[in-house]
């Protein structure tokens, strides 16, 4: 018997939350099984080890999409996954072995997000990041309205010092697994150079790159976002 069709489940990265997905999931429309899980931003092993949780409580074969940092997390969290069919990465990090989000960001000149952080200690140890909020429309959400933006840059997740210098562990999972990549080439927090290195290196069954497509796309271009994951699904 043929699997069912796959779950989609919407891992978002940091400075955003769940709810940034709202747009792609309205365009996919009642058609798609869709969870947008709430990523902890704590670290690359322990998150990627809820969003495991999250596929083993769907129970069925699962399409992980990460953005930014939760492209990180996707990675890890599909290793050794057999219920985990395809990865698809939103300006997303696409890591190697050993790789961080850290290492892939600065990987290329361009990205300007290192001087709009504010950082302050946690209680469990070292720091965490957000972004400020003077700065986050014009860093993060260039291409959204400036309500909007300012909206997001409250209800932003911050991330921890750790999460973005952790590496990959193991093998990536996208040397197994079908990918699919979107992205924006006026992103200012991942250099649209270290998309194009990262969607070349794993030799994706599909690639869009969008014209002035800022970092947050899931807001901003969320029929772009949607058409790429629904790609995924149908193959």
Known sequence: MPDPQPTIVLVHGAFAESASWNGVIDRMGAAYDVVAAANPLRGVAADAAYVRDVVHGIGGPVILVGHSYGGMVVTQAAADEPLVRALVYVNGFCPDTGESGLSL?????GSTLADTLVQYPVSTGGNEVA???DVYHEQFAADVSADVAALMARTQRPITEQALGDGLSGDPAWRLLPSWFVFGDADKNIPVAAH????ERADPRGQREVVGGSHAMVVSRPSEVAETIIEAVRA
């Open 105 to 109: 960001s600065g990987k290329f000149p």
């Open 131 to 133: 972004i400020g909020q």
């Open 196 to 199: 194009r290195f990262m969607a």
